[in-house]
């Protein structure tokens, strides 16, 4: 059932296109803005506690459902539910659109305007990330899948559509925490060990489906110089270890592209073929991972 509903799921989000500006961080800002003004100077192990019950507590409601309606017409109420529930839980932005915009203003030559999209794909204006992220496009692309698609999908997997939820919550609170705290303070402002907490939280359930997908890139793309760049990450990587998502995702990303993986100037941007070959290696990756989630469930391996 777990599987019909991914599928279902997928072809709902992409036909309800309209509806993708509620993914959006926003409406849940409330809720956050709520913790952060109560919990901001609690420390130490009583700040993690605390964080994952925060995180916990918005989905609660969906795991019960979810229990609730699991065998109600033979599931049928269920995979309804499930799909729902994870076309809520991708995104909360299109990447696909994004990308798609991104080649638009590069075709009709507004280089301002790709710009301008390329700095929203890498999470730069928002100042959501906590640390030296991706440095071109194409490694935010690669990173951005898992935040965005692949790990809602390897947890609605795993956990169904409280699995999903739990993925997206923890991402939206985490970007709402970055941007409030290091983003509009500008380092001048204490950062709560809540804001760390929920870094880590997010940071713990994105490690599995970095690596599942690193091997996805590499099994879709130049296997060699990917491993290669994977064993480059693995002996220089001196951060806790779920600090390395994203230059796992995006070294693996560029090897299996069959390009070195450099720093470059932020605003440079890459051609349309060099774009549309990032997302054909992503669209093969992600196949790839369909087809073995597909065979586990025909074993029995999953439901």
Not at 12 to 36: S, V
Not at 48 to 73: K, N, Q, S, Y
Not at 92 to 102: A, N, Q, T
Not at 233 to 241: D, H, I, K, L, Y
Request: aromatic share 12%; charged share 20%; proline share 3%.
């Amino acid at each position: 059932m777990t599987l019909l509903a991914l599928l279902f799921g997928l072809v709902l989000e992409r036909t309800l296109t309209h509806l993708l500006h509620l993914r959006e961080p926003r409406w849940f800002d409330g809720y956050l803005d709520w913790a952060l003004a109560r919990f901001r100077n609690v420390r130490g192990g009583a700040a993690l506690f605390l964080t994952i019950l925060l995180v916990l507590l918005p989905v609660l409601p969906v795991a019960l459902i979810a229990w609730a309606f699991h065998d109600v017409l033979l599931g049928v109420v269920f995979i309804a539910f499930a799909a729902f529930v994870l076309v809520f839980s991708l995104g909360p932005r299109d990447l696909k659109d994004e990308v798609d915009d991104y080649i638009e203003a590069l075709n009709r030559g507004d280089r301002e305007a790709a710009a301008r999209v390329a700095r929203e794909i890498m999470e730069h204006d928002a100042g959501q990330r906590t640390g030296v992220g991706p440095d071109t496009l194409e490694e935010a692309i690669f990173v951005q899948t898992n935040n965005r698609l692949f790990g809602v999908v390897f947890w609605f997997m795993l956990l169904g559509p409280a699995g999903a939820w739990l993925f997206r919550v923890s991402d939206l609170m985490r970007r709402r925490a970055v941007f409030e705290y290091r983003g509009r303070a500008e380092g001048s402002e204490h950062v709560p060990d809540f804001v760390d907490a929920l870094h880590a939280i997010y940071g713990v359930l994105a490690w599995a489906p970095a690596r599942l997908l690193s091997l996805g890139y590499a099994l879709a793309g130049s296997f060699e110089q990917a491993l290669g760049e994977w064993r480059r990450q693995m002996q220089n990587a001196s951060a806790r270890f779920f600090d390395t998502n994203d230059h796992l995702l995006a070294s693996v990303g560029t090897g299996a592209l069959g390009a070195t993986n450099q720093a470059e100037d932020v605003i440079a941007l890459p051609g349309v073929e060099r774009v549309r070959a990032c997302m054909r290696l992503i669209t093969r990756a992600l196949l790839i991972w369909l087809v073995f989630i597909s065979a586990l469930v025909l074993i029995g391996w999953v439901r």
